[in-house]
């Protein structure tokens, strides 16, 4: 234990706790959005596995684990094997700066917004790769879309993120916090505008309808998930609500004042929790309610709608930023 | 944008579900309601004596449009509980896992002995469980609620001349006749008297009948030949 | 329909390819019989040039049954529970149609009363049949998991309605086999018109919650205006009817110009759209949905009392003989004029048709697939094909 350098310890330790907590959001996140879709469609979701279906994702993995993994013939064996992986491996990496506490983070890096968008730009590439290698035409279109999509709804993302950098100075996730524990949460206020811009940016790059073309059941079979089967699918699946999970903490922490309690009630995990939570049943709510948009429709909505407007609003907020002072502060 | 106001309609919408009782039927812990006339699986019945209701005549198995029933027809022999001579049926076999639910072997059958039934066929593992035998269908005469339909009920609800003023008017003369039978019954009540009395009269005669039949027994021993031989003619 | 006719229309179903290498930047790609959204069994291979369509083949007869060779061999009487299963998605218009057809051949007079419960049924499977497409045209674009399945769940739901409806008539929840030679074979109970009544209402009350999810619905009208358009002329040649025609602008309906049964008697009102791409094809549907709530609760207002079958009842499978004779009738189903042609004097000595003929509306409009796909993308070619609404086991028998 002297051995390891205490960064690497802390890191470990907190990485595992958060990551584990994590997992365990995303399982019963899956039971809940299932409910939750089934209450929408007048109808009850799972409810034989377990008091009110509480075990159905235990049952859900287990099916998937007893399938038959196939690999195909002709797909290209190390990046069909590397993709399911890496897709989780990055959407978790993402998680790393985002403050679950007051100053609890796995990492405290001061890039810390650099490095969850990054780490967005990097999760489109196992998703191509798995379009690519799955040696199936409708697996290349998904790839294909994904790639497009991903790509261009990263520039809004990313300067829709800009704008609580501006404000509180900083690139490190938990300074922004803290500075919205101090003044006011981002999105009651000039954030506002940015908060709706960076939450479409983010269904975008999770693949959750309204944009979901590149896994469009109806047009695609599976999309890009088409050639998986048994755990390496059941790792896609998991991937995207990891994603959607890890979108929302991200959205909390930069906007809605993270691990900051309303009220004056006592800052902490609960709150940061209770908000990712908040804005996944918008998601699930907005996934359940609305049909998706055609891809050159999608492209047109970000281009020439999304990168305006944000382009707009991170020239805005540096505006106000530099006058505020002058006008007598808020 | 419009977008949003309308995913935000859409949105509503959705959630307004949220708020109504689900229209689950969590089927078979509650079960709905069919209505009498429901067709699900199959019984033969047995008649109004007790007997299976089946002659054996082939009209089931010459009309089915997916020849799933298999009936072997038995020899004509007397029926053990009025004695006359009526059809049997050997074996009977109805293949679900083809049947099309199309109710024509229950209109067809001349002495309504198969029927349909409101419950659901028991659901099996293999082909063979689907295949009904005669003995699965005889018992769900009993264990199961039986449907509306037979044949007789179904031919008179299509008969041509149902509804129509001369079936009205021959309603109302069955209507009228109705105190006509009253009166009927009254002279008919006469000859129920001399019923009794005949009834009265027979118990004389099937007590004179035993007198004979005692009186012949103990005719056998020589000793009472004389006296049976005596008694006869008084009987007479 | 020839590159001629194609040509004289101005419409290129098969784009010069000679631009291109032959099969070296096209992507050939088979949205095969197997596939979550092609409506039943259909096969279209796609010539694709990135995500651009630039030809499509389709490919039809994967659910070919032999429905009219197997009806050779059958009987008049035994035909209608066969004939349930080809539009399986609106039975009464079928056994309807089978039944005129041979009650044209035999002669056979239909009374009054059963020529409006006809109607009636005909009606609410329309309605019935409109829910379910509108229920997969949703799921055709929100996705299996998403928006489109709530959509589709709660036009189901509405249906449930119908088919309960129908369940405490015939006994059958949905191939009712209650059409016979000469009528119906089951009357309606007591108390059922006031069912039909509160159901009907409440179908009406649930039409506003459609529309919020589709067609006022933004998205779900970028997703179908200006897509697929069908010019009415082409429409005529392909031999298109029902909504399609309707939506591209022809004032044709079977109900109103050549009436049938009831329907001399009331007055339908005939919705027609000019735009005739798909999102004129959901608003004349969903508006022939509502005119079927108003007709039904007229016609079941409106029942004369009286027999409901003029023919014999059902006792022989060949009391039914036709020595020779030829009859054609056509009918308005939910997709269409759906046409029956027999021809008497076929084997049992009579009793079966000797040619039995259907015109299913269903394959007409698909033969509209090579030339609205084109120049679209496979997103598109799923939104058309659904508003097309196909019937495969009706295109195929």
Same mark, same amino acid.
């Given at each position: 234990?002297?051995?390891?350098?205490?960064?690497?310890?802390?890191?470990?330790?907190?990485?595992?706790?958060? $990551?584990?907590?994590?997992?365990?959001?995303?399982?019963?996140?899956?039971?809940?959005?299932?409910?939750?879709?089934?209450?929408?469609?007048?109808?009850?979701?799972?409810?034989?596995?377990?008091?009110?279906?509480?075990?159905?994702?235990?049952?859900?993995?287990?099916?998937?684990?007893?399938?038959?993994?196939?690999?195909?013939?002709?797909?290209?064996?190390?990046?069909?094997?590397?993709?399911?992986?890496?897709?989780?491996?990055?959407?978790?990496?993402?998680? %790393?700066?985002?403050?679950?506490?007051?100053?609890? %983070?796995? %990492?405290?890096?001061?890039?810390?917004?650099?490095?969850?968008?990054?780490?967005?730009?990097?999760?489109?590439?196992?998703?191509?790769?798995?379009?690519?290698?799955?040696?199936?035409?409708?697996?290349?279109?998904?790839?294909?879309?994904?790639?497009?999509?991903?790509?261009?709804?990263?520039?809004?993302?990313?300067?829709? $993120?800009?704008?609580?950098?501006?404000? $509180?100075?900083?690139?490190?996730?938990?300074?922004?916090?803290?500075?919205?524990?101090?003044?006011?949460?981002?999105?009651?206020?000039?954030?506002?505008?940015?908060?709706?811009?960076?939450?479409?940016?983010?269904? $975008?790059?999770?693949?959750?309808?309204?944009?979901?073309?590149?896994?469009?059941?109806?047009?695609?079979?599976?999309?890009?998930?088409?050639?998986?089967?048994?755990?390496?699918?059941?790792?896609?699946?998991?991937?995207?609500?990891?994603?959607?999970?890890?979108?929302?903490?991200?959205?909390?922490?930069?906007?809605?004042?993270?691990?900051?309690?309303?009220?004056?009630?006592?800052?902490?995990?609960?709150?940061?929790?209770?908000?990712?939570?908040?804005?996944?049943?918008?998601?699930?709510?907005?996934?359940?309610?609305?049909?998706?948009?055609?891809?050159?429709?999608?492209?047109?909505?970000?281009?020439?709608?999304?990168?305006?407007?944000?382009?707009?609003?991170?020239?805005?907020?540096?505006?106000?930023?530099?006058?505020?002072?002058?006008?007598?502060?808020? | 944008?419009?977008?949003?106001?309308?995913?935000?309609?859409?949105?509503?919408?959705?959630?307004?579900?949220?708020?109504?009782?689900?229209?689950?039927?969590?089927?078979?812990?509650?079960?709905?309601?069919?209505?009498?006339? *429901?067709?699900?699986?199959?019984?033969?019945?047995?008649?109004?004596?007790?007997?299976?209701?089946?002659?054996?005549?082939?009209?089931?198995?010459?009309?089915?449009?997916?020849?799933?029933?298999?009936?072997?027809?038995?020899?004509?022999?007397?029926?053990?509980?009025?004695?006359?001579?009526?059809?049997?049926?050997?074996?009977?076999?109805?293949?679900?896992?083809?049947?099309?639910?199309?109710?024509?072997?229950?209109?067809?059958?001349?002495?309504?002995?198969?029927?349909?039934?409101?419950?659901?066929?028991?659901?099996?593992?293999?082909?063979?469980?689907?295949?009904?035998?005669?003995?699965?269908?005889?018992?769900?005469?009993?264990?199961?609620?039986?449907?509306?339909?037979?044949?007789?009920?179904?031919?008179?609800?299509?008969?041509?001349?149902?509804?129509?003023?001369?079936?009205?008017?021959?309603?109302?003369?069955?209507?009228?006749?109705?105190?006509?039978?009253?009166?009927?019954?009254?002279? *008919?009540?006469?000859?129920?008297?001399?019923?009794?009395?005949?009834?009265?009269?027979?118990?004389?005669?099937?007590?004179?009948?035993?007198?004979?039949?005692?009186?012949?027994?103990?005719?056998?021993?020589?000793?009472?030949?004389?006296?049976?031989?005596?008694?006869?003619?008084?009987?007479? | 329909?020839?590159?001629?006719?194609?040509?004289?229309?101005?419409?290129?179903?098969?784009?010069?390819?000679?631009?291109?290498?032959?099969?070296?930047?096209?992507?050939?790609?088979?949205?095969?019989?197997?596939?979550?959204?092609?409506?039943?069994?259909?096969?279209?291979?796609?010539?694709?040039?990135?995500?651009?369509?630039?030809?499509?083949?389709?490919?039809?007869?994967?659910?070919?049954?032999?429905?009219?060779?197997?009806?050779?061999?059958?009987?008049?009487?035994?035909?209608?529970?066969?004939?349930?299963?080809?539009?399986?998605?609106?039975?009464?218009?079928?056994?309807?149609?089978?039944?005129?057809?041979?009650?044209?051949?035999?002669?056979?007079?239909?009374?009054?009363?059963?020529?409006?419960?006809?109607?009636?049924?005909?009606?609410?499977?329309? @309605?019935?049949?409109?829910?379910?497409?509108?229920?997969?045209?949703?799921?055709?674009?929100?996705?299996?998991?998403?928006?489109?399945?709530?959509?589709?769940?709660?036009?189901?739901?509405?249906?449930?309605?119908?088919?309960?409806?129908?369940?405490?008539?015939?006994?059958?929840?949905?191939?009712?086999?209650?059409?016979?030679?000469?009528?119906?074979?089951?009357? @309606?109970?007591?108390?059922?018109?006031?069912?039909?009544?509160?159901?009907?209402?409440?179908?009406?009350?649930?039409?506003?919650?459609?529309?919020?999810?589709?067609?006022?619905?933004?998205?779900?009208?970028?997703?179908?205006?200006?897509?697929?358009?069908?010019?009415?002329?082409?429409?005529?040649?392909?031999?298109?009817?029902?909504?399609?025609?309707?939506?591209?602008?022809?004032?044709?309906?079977?109900?109103?110009?050549?009436?049938?049964?009831?329907?001399?008697? @009331?007055?339908?009102?005939?919705?027609?759209?000019?735009?005739?791409?798909?999102?004129?094809?959901?608003?004349?549907?969903?508006?022939?949905?509502?005119?079927?709530?108003?007709?039904?609760?007229?016609?079941?207002?409106?029942?004369?009392?009286?027999?409901?079958?003029?023919?014999?009842? @059902?006792?022989?499978?060949?009391?039914?003989?036709?020595?020779?004779?030829?009859?054609?009738?056509?009918?308005?189903?939910?997709?269409?004029?759906?046409?029956?042609?027999?021809?008497?004097?076929?084997?049992?000595?009579?009793?079966?048709?000797?040619?039995?003929?259907?015109?299913?509306?269903?394959?007409?409009?698909?033969?509209?697939?090579?030339?609205?796909?084109?120049?679209?993308?496979?997103?598109?070619?799923?939104?058309?094909?659904?508003?097309?609404?196909?019937?495969?086991?009706?295109?195929?028998?």
């Amino acid at each position: 234990m002297n051995a390891i350098h205490p960064i690497v310890l802390h890191g470990l330790i907190y990485g595992g706790a958060i $990551a584990t907590v994590l997992l365990t959001l995303t399982a019963w996140g899956i039971w809940f959005e299932r409910k939750f879709a089934g209450r929408m469609q007048s109808r009850l979701g799972p409810t034989l596995v377990g008091w009110v279906g509480l075990l159905q994702p235990l049952a859900d993995a287990a099916k998937l684990l007893q399938k038959e993994d196939l690999i195909p013939d002709q797909a290209d064996r190390t990046l069909y094997l590397a993709s399911p992986p890496l897709t989780v491996f990055f959407t978790l990496a993402t998680v %790393a700066v985002i403050p679950v506490s007051v100053d609890v %983070a796995v %990492a405290n890096l001061p890039i810390g917004v650099l490095w969850i968008l990054a780490l967005g730009g990097l999760m489109v590439f196992p998703v191509w790769t798995a379009g690519w290698a799955s040696a199936n035409k409708y697996a290349l279109l998904g790839g294909m879309r994904a790639v497009a999509q991903g790509i261009s709804y990263e520039i809004p993302m990313v300067l829709s $993120a800009l704008v609580p950098v501006i404000f $509180a100075g900083s690139m490190d996730v938990n300074e922004i916090v803290t500075w919205q524990a101090e003044h006011h949460w981002l999105v009651l206020g000039p954030g506002l505008f940015a908060f709706v811009i960076f939450f479409v940016s983010s269904l $975008a790059e999770a693949n959750r309808i309204p944009f979901d073309i590149p896994e469009a059941e109806s047009e695609l079979v599976a999309g890009v998930t088409t050639e998986y089967s048994g755990m390496r699918f059941g790792l896609f699946y998991m991937a995207e609500y990891l994603h959607t999970l890890v979108a929302s903490a991200v959205a909390s922490a930069l906007f809605l004042g993270g691990w900051n309690g309303l009220f004056g009630l006592a800052d902490g995990i609960h709150w940061m929790l209770a908000k990712t939570l908040a804005l996944f049943f918008m998601i699930t709510w907005v996934r359940w309610s609305l049909v998706r948009f055609r891809s050159d429709q999608l492209m047109r909505l970000c281009w020439i709608y999304l990168v305006p407007m944000s382009l707009a609003l991170v020239m805005v907020s540096a505006l106000w930023v530099y006058y505020e002072p002058m006008l007598g502060g808020h | 944008m419009g977008y949003f106001i309308d995913a935000a309609r859409s949105m509503a919408r959705s959630m307004r579900t949220v708020l109504r009782k689900p229209t689950t039927i969590q089927y078979p812990a509650e079960k709905r309601d069919q209505g009498p006339r *429901a067709r699900l699986t199959f019984a033969l019945v047995h008649d109004e004596h007790g007997e299976e209701a089946c002659v054996g005549c082939l009209m089931c198995e010459k009309i089915c449009p997916s020849r799933v029933i298999t009936v072997t027809a038995g020899d004509k022999r007397p029926s053990e509980v009025t004695g006359k001579k009526r059809g049997f049926a050997d074996d009977f076999v109805l293949d679900m896992n083809a049947c099309i639910y199309c109710e024509l072997c229950v209109q067809v059958c001349p002495t309504d002995a198969i029927v349909m039934t409101q419950d659901h066929m028991v659901p099996g593992f293999s082909r063979e469980d689907l295949v009904l035998t005669m003995d699965k269908l005889y018992a769900n005469e009993t264990e199961t609620t039986l449907s509306w339909g037979r044949a007789s009920n179904l031919l008179e609800m299509q008969d041509p001349k149902r509804g129509t003023e001369e079936d009205r008017a021959a309603t109302k003369q069955r209507a009228g006749a109705k105190p006509a039978e009253a009166e009927a019954a009254k002279p *008919a009540a006469k000859p129920v008297k001399p019923a009794k009395a005949a009834k009265a009269e027979a118990p004389e005669a099937v007590v004179a009948e035993p007198a004979k039949v005692e009186a012949a027994e103990p005719a056998k021993t020589e000793a009472a030949q004389a006296e049976a031989s005596e008694a006869k003619p008084e009987a007479k | 329909m020839t590159l001629a006719s194609a040509a004289r229309l101005g419409v290129d179903p098969h784009r010069d390819l000679t631009d291109y290498d032959p099969e070296a930047d096209l992507m050939v790609l088979n949205m095969g019989p197997q596939h979550p959204s092609t409506h039943g069994v259909f096969r279209v291979k796609l010539y694709l040039d990135g995500e651009t369509i630039v030809r499509a083949v389709p490919y039809v007869g994967y659910l070919h049954r032999g429905v009219e060779k197997l009806l050779e061999e059958l009987t008049f009487v035994q035909a209608t529970p066969i004939v349930d299963k080809n539009d399986y998605v609106s039975p009464m218009t079928n056994e309807q149609a089978i039944n005129m057809a041979f009650e044209a051949l035999l002669e056979v007079e239909v009374p009054r009363r059963a020529r409006y419960m006809r109607t009636l049924f005909a009606e609410m499977s329309r @309605i019935s049949s409109h829910l379910l497409w509108l229920a997969t045209f949703g799921v055709d674009m929100g996705g299996a998991l998403g928006g489109g399945t709530t959509l589709f769940l709660h036009c189901f739901r509405e249906r449930e309605y119908i088919l309960d409806l129908f369940e405490l008539v015939t006994g059958a929840r949905f191939h009712y086999n209650t059409h016979t030679i000469g009528g119906n074979r089951h009357d @309606i109970p007591a108390g059922w018109a006031k069912r039909v009544h509160q159901a009907l209402d409440l179908i009406a009350s649930r039409v506003d919650e459609y529309l919020d999810l589709s067609t006022k619905n933004a998205i779900f009208v970028a997703r179908t205006r200006g897509v697929g358009t069908l010019p009415a002329k082409l429409a005529l040649e392909l031999g298109i009817t029902g909504p399609i025609l309707r939506a591209s602008g022809v004032d044709h309906d079977l109900r109103r110009d050549a009436p049938f049964h009831a329907y001399d008697e @009331i007055d339908v009102k005939v919705q027609t759209e000019q735009a005739g791409d798909c999102l004129a094809r959901a608003h004349v549907r969903i508006r022939e949905l509502s005119e079927s709530i108003r007709l039904s609760k007229l016609l079941v207002d409106g029942l004369p009392e009286g027999p409901i079958c003029g023919g014999r009842p @059902i006792k022989n499978p060949t009391q039914f003989k036709a020595k020779d004779g030829q009859a054609y009738v056509a009918l308005e189903t939910p997709r269409g004029e759906l046409g029956t042609y027999v021809i008497g004097g076929g084997g049992n000595k009579g009793a079966s048709p000797y040619r039995l003929k259907i015109r299913p509306p269903s394959l007409h409009a698909l033969a509209a697939m090579p030339y609205l796909l084109v120049g679209g993308t496979i997103s598109d070619a799923v939104v058309i094909l659904g508003s097309l609404d196909p019937i495969m086991g009706e295109a195929d028998r």
